[in-house]
């Protein structure tokens, strides 16, 4: 079915098709897909060939097509842009919070872990087996950071028993806990939702499209209520069914 579409489309738009991002893609998917049958005929795995593996998770794409032509799918439309248009600012979202969490992660190694360290070696943290090693390098830290505070998984395992016994080491726990949850995150958030309304913005496109949309569907909607007006069924309103109708 996708060929015999592929090949329609070849046929009435000829080589400007591919000046479309949409048929470049629908043109690999297919060509991964005969490929794929062309090594099975002569008995070849195409699990040995990556980039044919990679071209098949492009399939999935062609859902996002659905989201042009159906007025249903407005929200699934919006969250997809959503999440094109800010891409690089979630990569470098991202990136800030790691240099964030690493420089807590650099002071917890320096400050924290000899005392660490040493409850460990005292059996202060129980059943707790990664405790006494969370600490000893950064990316360790990183990871222990990540897992307490970002996903927040078992914070108090190591941060109340080591508060407990030396409470200047609040500073690191407490401290990285709201940087990261009540400022980093909370940042991130916003500047995510900034750049979509910037972005939201200057796509004067899509904006045209959604008042065509909407005006189709206002006229749409009028046109029932101007049909159940026209009693009469001519096509036209005379003033005597509107003031009927107005009555009513």
């Known amino acids: ?99 964030v969490m690493s420089a807590w992660s650099m002071a917890a190694v320096e400050l924290v872990n000899p005392v660490v360290q040493q409850m460990a070696a005292d059996g202060a943290f129980g059943d707790c087996r990664s405790c006494g090693s969370a ?46 949850v009540f400022g980093v995150l909370n940042l991130i958030v916003a500047v995510v939702i900034d750049t979509y309304a910037e972005h939201r913005q200057k796509d004067v496109m899509n904006l045209a499209q959604e008042l065509d949309a909407e005006a189709a569907e206002d006229k749409r909607f009028l046109q029932k209520i101007f049909d159940q007006i026209d009693e009469d069924g001519s096509g036209e309103l005379n003033l005597d069914e509107v003031l009927l109708a107005g009555e009513q």
Request: aromatic share 14%; charged share 15%; glycine share 4%.
């Open 135 to 180: 600490l000893t390098s950064v990316m360790r830290a990183n990871l222990m950071m990540f897992q307490t505070i970002i996903a927040g998984d078992s914070w108090g395992d190591l941060a109340v028993p080591v508060i407990e016994a030396h409470p200047w080491t609040a500073i690191i726990f407490i401290g990285s806990l709201l940087t990261l």
């Open 1 to 99: 079915v996708y060929t015999v579409e592929l090949l329609l489309n070849v046929f009435v738009s000829g080589s400007a098709l591919f000046k479309n991002r949409w048929s470049v893609m629908d043109f690999c998917i297919i060509f991964s897909g005969w490929l794929e049958v062309i090594l099975m005929a002569y008995e070849i795995s195409a699990k040995e060939f990556t980039l044919l593996r990679l071209l098949r998770l492009l399939r999935i794409l062609r859902l996002m097509k659905l989201c042009r032509h159906h007025r249903w799918l407005t929200e699934l439309k919006k969250l997809v842009m959503m999440m094109a248009s800010c891409l690089r600012t979630l990569f470098w979202s991202f990136m800030f919070c790691f240099i």
